[in-house]
Nanobody, 127 residues
Framework: QVQLAESGGGSVQAGGSLRLSCAPS????????MGWFRQGPGKEREAVAT???????KYADSVNGRFSVSKDNAENTLLLRMTQLKPDDTAMYYC?????????????????????WGQGTQVTVSS
């Protein structure tokens, strides 16, 4: 069973930055389409960003321009760089992977399309 291990969460003041990492237990997974979701208190899980096998990226409107998703294939790591953080970004952040090279614009935001999930890492942004 594939496992995804997130790290890098923490507490930060509004305007600050954090970098999240995700390491798959199987190295081949990093070559697939991977992404980040988040779930805030009392909210549904929402898609944040995705990067496909070809390096193409997509972002939620709420984070576009502030967050950047990337892969370090040599280190077998998925990254999410978060800048200009806001209190609304407070959530549990989950790494996800799918058994495909990419997901369409209509599908990547649907958490049911993703096959593998990490346990999550908490991000708290204070005002």
């Amino acid at each position: 069973q594939v496992q995804l291990a997130e790290s890098g969460g923490g507490s930060v003041q509004a305007g600050g930055s954090l970098r999240l990492s995700c390491a798959p237990s199987e190295k081949t997974i990093i070559e697939n389409c991977m992404g980040w979701f988040r779930q805030g208190p009392g909210k549904e899980r929402e898609a944040v960003a995705t990067i496909d096998s070809y390096g193409g990226t997509k972002y939620a409107d709420s984070v576009n321009g502030r967050f950047s998703v990337s892969k370090d294939n040599a280190e077998n790591t998925l990254l999410l760089r978060m800048t200009q953080l806001k209190p609304d970004d407070t959530a549990m952040y989950y790494c996800a992977a799918v058994q495909a090279a990419w997901l369409s614009a209509d599908h990547w935001t649907d958490h049911r399309r993703w096959h593998y999930w990490g346990q999550g890492t908490q991000v708290t942004v204070s005002s």
